[in-house]
């Protein structure tokens, strides 16, 4: 019977596997199960893990670049992605995922039969029986015996269940739940095969090729209350509504799969039933994930190697794959946004919140706002480079959202936007209003917090006034203190005033070129010369005692760090900062010291696997092993970036797992860009600091249609000789405009 089954099983998924198989496509070298795994080895982490540590979030679900769907098997609501690698039941299959908490919306589940209750009815499986791939998934749900396929359009899921003993076919629309926590919800039944509803503010419409029989309310607990019920509506529709129970719909057997079409919507029903009608209604299975197999495997075609190893490709496209999931698209396929437009996911509090009446249609693609401070060093300038025309409507949302609110949205921390859209304007993306981009930049940049008011800058006043962001004087501070983080606060604010400089600059503003430029050497203000670390101050002026630069904090002079993982943030300005240290060999031997310190085994979230005391697992470190490069010791740079690029990616016993978090994308865009051998060592600049690429060449599609190539030359390990069309390069970076012409740069080797 084994044997058979999985005949059987292999029959099923064969139409939707052998599409790839005619050729080499790069969709076949992704792994969406990359960044799914977690780390338990307190060698690998650099402490002993009291908790799951987040080593990626990413999940496997069916989606499309950039796609409002995103179809993840749940094995653990508000985890991240909503799949947890190491669980072995899935509970649903929800319509959003992440990499951030608060998805897993609108989940389903196939169940059979009556062997299942409201409190119970997730399935074990096996990875054995599990397939990922772009826009695509299937696992074998072992309770049930049900084949369960996965495939997506932009905005819409497409599922086809396999009852494999021809069982009686029921499906669970368990509302209640979501990444969030609990939820309102309500479901209509509104024709023989079609049910609509929504959870919390997302709406749904999902039509079914089984006639339903009945929906009935299996009670989670029998001493809740019964759940508000409506009677027939009209047209002998019936509502549902409720916060506590499980719908599950029965349906009249039928030999056949039980295949589920669902759209959903942030605008309304009818939006959801638009994006139906548009991308899905008249389309079967294998048809849906043909097209979205193509769409990956055009946008991964974007950039091409030649060389390198089976694992080195996979791990490559695994990680550029990653790059084209957000920011993801709000608007309906009909155009129409929301009220708010950002719709659900935002995202550590982003959002491309567009106050507009409801259903207003704004004449472009309209995306959630971006994890800025995650993805501004790597994602973000991607996307600039290869997809342009996304990154423009991306910036047009975040200009709507300014429309009203008078600022650019930020994310988590600091003021990235302003990077952001500096950077893109230096690499010719520029299809929306420069002017009102710049006078929102102007308005974060200069507008003190204060007296209620909540800008996107917190703090600024004392950042206005002071030249920097005041410390609390806390007795005592722990990791979890709560506090203005001030030190980090000033390094990223600076680098903020030297983007909002650069436009200035671009833009002919002479005078507010000289003054964001001066205040772009406020990250002076918080060094410490006796110790040679960026520290906290006081509003008086004095220091932060007593210091420990290994201890990390959460919000406490740092954010999401200690003072070795913050104190080198100075992309603006490297050599003002080597300055400030008695000579470049001070400076070479406290850069040693970064990476040869062993961390101090402080188990704590977002900081994970460690080179001494420089963190792999989050983003404040993330161009760091380049400051060899300003010392001229770049042979330094080149082995650290050797082994992060072969020992912090693919790791653990399945090597699935990332150092940490993925973050939108941040974590293994650093991979996409370094294996390339080229990095955005200050993203507001168009240009790239070069290194030792792990293939011998790359071709990247830019998006005027130019390929920029990337060869190199012989097999060594450090740098011998750079040149651009066969002429030397002085000094170590390429310039945006020479690859947007489409020219080679020849990478040497010794």
Known sequence: MKIIRSLLIAGLILPALTYAQNSVRLTSYVNPLVGTTVLTDPKLLGYEPPWRTWNGLDGPAATTPFGMVQAVPVTTYGSGSGYEYEVKTIKAFAQTSGTDWGQQNIPIMPLEGTSFTADDFASTFSHANEVARPGYYRVLLERYN???????????????????????????????????????????????????????????????????????????????????????????????????????????????????????????????????????????????????DQKWENILGKIKVTGGTQKQKTMFYSCLYRQFWYPSITSDANGKIAIGGGGRRQGQGTGAVAFAPRDSVPGFDVYQGPGLWDVFRTQLVLLNMVRPDISNNVIKSMLLAGERSGFLSTSFHGDFASSYIAGAYARGVRGYDVQKAYRLMLNNANTPSGNG??????????????????????????????????????????????????????????AMYNTMMQRSQNYRNVFDPQTGFMRGRLADGKWVTPFNPSYPYYEFMYREANAWQASFFVPQDTKGLISLYK?????????????????????????????????????????????????????????????????????????????????????????????????????????????????????????NGKTFTINKK?????????????????????NYNDMSNGKTLSIYTK
């Not at 390339?676 to 830019?702: A, H």
């Open 453 to 510: 008011l909540r800008t996107p800058r917190p703090h600024n006043d004392d950042y206005l006034k002071l030249g920097y962001v005041a410390e609390i004087n806390i007795s005592n501070p722990t990791t979890e203190t709560v506090s203005t983080a001030g030190t980090t606060k000033t390094l990223e604010f600076a680098y903020s005033d030297y983007s909002v400089g650069q436009m200035a600059k671009a833009l002919g503003d002479k």
């Open 714 to 734: 012989g097999g060594g390990k450090n740098i011998s000789k750079l040149t651009v069309d066969g002429k030397p390069l002085k000094g170590w970076f390429v």
């Open 146 to 292: 049900i084949n369960a396929e996965l495939t997506a359009t932009t905005r819409c899921a497409y599922y086809k269940y396999t009852y494999l003993r021809g069982q009686d076919k029921k499906l669970a629309f368990d509302l209640v739940h979501s990444g969030g926590g609990s939820s309102t919800w309500e479901i209509n039944q509104a024709g023989d095969y079609v049910v609509t509803g929504k959870q919390d503010g997302l709406y749904f419409y999902a039509v079914m090729n089984h006639k339903i029989k009945s929906i009935d309310i299996n009670k989670r607990n029998p001493n809740q209350p019964d759940i508000p019920r409506s009677g027939q509506g009209a047209g002998g529709q019936r509502k549902l509504t409720g916060n506590i129970d499980v719908p599950v719909i029965s349906f009249e057997n039928a030999d056949k799969p039980l295949e589920l079409k669902i759209a959903i919507s942030s605008v309304s029903a009818a939006g959801a039933k638009s994006n139906y009608d548009i991308e899905i209604a008249n389309k079967n299975f294998d048809q849906v994930y043909k097209e979205a």
């Open 583 to 703: 000579s470049p060999k001070d400076f070479e031997l406290k850069l040693d010291s970064l990476f040869t310190i062993p961390w101090g085994g402080y188990a704590k979230d977002n900081l994970s696997c460690f080179l001494g005391q420089f963190c792999m697992g989050n983003q404040p470190d993330f161009n760091y092993p380049y400051l060899y490069y300003f010392i001229n010791k770049p042979e330094k740079s080149q082995a650290i970036l050797t082994k992060l690029l072969s020992d912090y990616y693919g790791m653990g016993p399945e090597g699935l797992a990332l150092a940490g978090m993925d973050d939108y994308g941040s974590l293994t865009g650093w991979y996409v860009f370094n294996a390339m051998g080229i990095y955005p060592y200050s993203p507001t600049d168009p240009e790239y600091i070069v290194s030792v690429p792990i293939f011998d060449k790359i071709e990247m599609q830019l998006g």
